[in-house]
């Protein structure tokens, strides 16, 4: 019975929520970003920012209703309902580094660190960096 419990409870922090910034970016084609000007470009990065900022707030707040509702009921809540976005934040990291890519072939110089997960402090007209805010959240899943 024991080994059932222990069992299941491992079988329900697999089905946690990822963390944003463990999330891979999906493989987008940088094609439709050939035509674009340095500056759309740099306007494009400055959309995805803001997109992967709330995406990533509700990844993590699904990965702490994940967190919570197998505390109590022993079941991966948020994921089970949807609330998981793991999908659209990797096709989000994908149009960014397709940026990347066609921002480099144009050098256009522009800044554009590594995708990682981006904060919603860095979402409004400051520079771009990857997220270190949720650092520990890694062990509420794990």
């Known amino acids: 019975m024991k080994q059932l ?13 990822q963390s944003p910034d463990k999330i ?16 759309q470009l740099e306007q494009e990065v400055a959309n995805l920012t803001v997109a ?3 995406a990533g707030q509700v990844q993590q707040q699904a990965r702490t209703h994940d967190t919570i509702g197998i505390i109590l009921i022993g079941l991966p809540l ?4 949807g609330g998981n ?13 397709a940026v990347r890519e066609a921002s480099n072939e144009k050098q256009c110089g522009l800044d554009i660190p590594e995708v990682e997960f ?10 771009y960096t990857p997220c270190e805010a949720f650092e520990d959240a890694d062990a509420q899943c794990q």
């Open 5 to 17: 419990a222990i069992l299941s409870m491992l079988v329900a922090l697999a089905a946690c929520a």
């Open 24 to 39: 891979a970016p999906a493989y987008v084609s940088a094609v439709p970003y050939q035509n674009f000007t340095c500056s």
């Open 52 to 54: 992967l900022s709330e």
């Open 78 to 81: 948020s994921s089970m309902t």
């Open 85 to 97: 976005v793991a999908p659209e934040i990797a096709r989000l990291k994908g149009e960014m580094e």
């Open 118 to 127: 981006v904060a919603a402090e860095h979402a409004s007209n400051q520079p």
